[in-house]
């Protein structure tokens, strides 16, 4: 299956080849991935709890949902896809940027990902799949900052980074 695979690219995201998705966090070789981050009126994020039974972070808090782009596939759509895969809804999505990461598990995978950040507005219903999720809840971005503070393990390792770096473009938005 085409979405079994991850788009391996260079620090310029130069397509390289493709791999399989476990392949690829098995050697920790980089890879195109994107996150989602939905905002309500009220401008609070959507979280979203993966759930128990993931390959890697399961249990753990983080934006509204996140995946890897399919060969020829844009960010956009992307994002869209997966938005409805996970979340049960469509929203429009824009890009406001990106950044690689390199980081390694207890369980031996890798995410080594170049990450487009990808972001939206929803305030209609949410249906989620609970194959990907465990619970999703709104929060504002700084009771978000403020709990990563106090329970930093509650949190994906990405949605941490996206945090720090990307606060204030997400508060601005």
């Known amino acids: 299956m085409i979405d079994d695979y ?68 844009s960010n956009i759509s992307a994002g869209k896809r997966r938005l409805l895969e996970e979340m049960g809804f469509c929203a429009e999505l824009n890009e406001i940027g990106s950044f690689i990461y390199n980081i390694g598990f207890d369980n031996g995978l890798v995410e080594h990902e170049l990450d487009y950040i990808l972001v939206g ?14 619970d999703w809840k709104w929060l504002s971005l700084d009771n978000i900052k403020d709990d990563i503070k106090i329970n930093p393990d509650n949190y994906t390792e990405w949605f941490k980074i996206i945090i720090k770096d990307y606060y204030d473009q997400l508060k601005n938005l």
């Open 6 to 73: 991850v788009i391996l690219v260079d620090k310029n995201d130069k397509k390289i080849g493709l791999m399989s998705k476990m392949e690829a966090h098995k050697k920790g070789v980089l890879h195109r991935a994107f996150s989602v981050f939905i905002f309500n009126n009220k401008n609070e994020l959507m979280l979203q709890k993966r759930n128990k039974n993931k390959y890697h972070s399961p249990g753990l808090w983080t934006n509204t949902c996140c995946s890897h782009q399919r060969d020829e596939e």
């Open 121 to 134: 507005k929803h305030k209609g219903n949410v249906n989620i799949n609970p194959d990907e999720v465990d």
